[in-house]
């Protein structure tokens, strides 16, 4: 019979609990909560005690702010600094010419030169041993390279110029007049003699051209290709497949570049050749 005291004590507590973890025992806790914050004020407030009686809260102390690293100058900020930095001492040196400030200018100019020497011996390591970096092979400076390069471009260029008269014919503007259409007039006939192209000489004056006795006296031709008026000699390619003038160029041109012209401009895509 000694158990049912002891069962009757568990029983409370767990009655206890239960009512600790109910609504009403919640509400009791913020009453209490209450309670208290109203002691606080009538033992606090009222009596002014102050911050020796824990009535006022102490402030906290603000957190220092983490310190900010530096930002690294850029290469193009460094760079400016030098081109500055050099600018004044060379000024310097230049109005107050004294040893000191002449040899300040001077040390630190070397120092750029040095600088200057080891980019350029960087920059031609670099292109030697990258092909995509190195220029001359698309256009060779060395004089062996480059005379192949240029029987190689010959080649090319004279089996465009063969072809050339099965699209192309040339429009020759000339005037009687004009000293230079003198000296281009023979250059004309050689090159089209050569390659045996079509060309239609136009006189602008109606003059003739004992070149081109087979002359025509223009009647507008140049207006409607839109060239330059006025101006002679002037050479017009004439493609016949697409129907449209390929200006050449104006004033005396010699066989060679009147070539290169025609090659660029019928065989070469701009930006393919340079």
Same mark, same amino acid.
């Given at each position: ?7 009757? !004590? ?15 025992? @919640? ?11 109203? $002691?606080?004020?009538?033992?606090? *407030?009222?009596?002014? +005690? ?10 906290? @102390? ?13 290469? *193009?900020?460094?760079?400016? *600094? !030098?081109?500055?930095? +050099? ?6 040196? /230049?109005? %107050? ?23 350029? $011996?960087?920059?031609?390591?670099? !292109? ?43 429009? %020759? ?13 023979? !250059? ?10 079509? /060309? ?14 087979? %002359? ?24 016949? /497949? ?10 005396? +041109? ?5 070539? $290169? ?14």
């Amino acid at each position: 019979m000694v158990r049912a005291p002891f069962l009757s !004590i568990l029983a409370a507590g767990a009655m206890l609990a239960l009512q600790a973890t109910s609504p009403l025992a @919640a509400q009791t806790q913020t009453e209490t909560t209450e309670a208290t914050a109203q $002691d606080d004020d009538l033992y606090c *407030a009222k009596r002014k +005690l102050g911050y020796w009686f824990y009535c006022v809260k102490p402030v906290p @102390a603000p957190k220092p702010k983490p310190a900010q690293p530096e930002q690294a100058a850029s290469a *193009a900020q460094e760079l400016d *600094a !030098i081109t500055g930095t +050099l600018r004044e001492l060379k000024a310097r040196a /230049v109005l %107050y010419p004294t040893p000191e400030n002449v040899t300040a200018y001077i040390r630190f100019q070397r120092e750029q030169l040095d600088r200057a020497s080891l980019f350029s $011996d960087v920059w031609q390591r670099a !292109i030697w041993q990258d092909p995509a970096l190195d220029y001359t092979l698309e256009r060779p400076v060395g004089a062996l390279a480059k005379k192949q390069w240029q029987d190689a471009r010959a080649a090319d260029r004279d089996a465009v110029m063969a072809r050339l008269s099965q699209r192309y014919g040339l429009f %020759y503007f000339y005037s009687q007049t004009c000293g230079a259409c003198e000296v281009m007039s023979p !250059i004309v006939r050689s090159i089209a003699d050569r390659w045996r192209i079509t /060309v239609r000489a136009i006189s602008t004056d109606g003059g003739p051209s004992r070149h081109f006795p087979d %002359y025509k006296v223009e009647s507008g031709q140049r207006a409607r290709m839109g060239l330059e008026p006025g101006i002679t000699p002037t050479l017009v390619l004439w493609d016949s /497949v697409l129907k449209r003038p390929i200006p050449i160029g104006y004033g005396v +041109l010699s066989a060679d570049e009147l070539q $290169d012209r025609i090659y660029l401009l019928t065989a070469k895509e701009a930006g393919h050749d340079y």
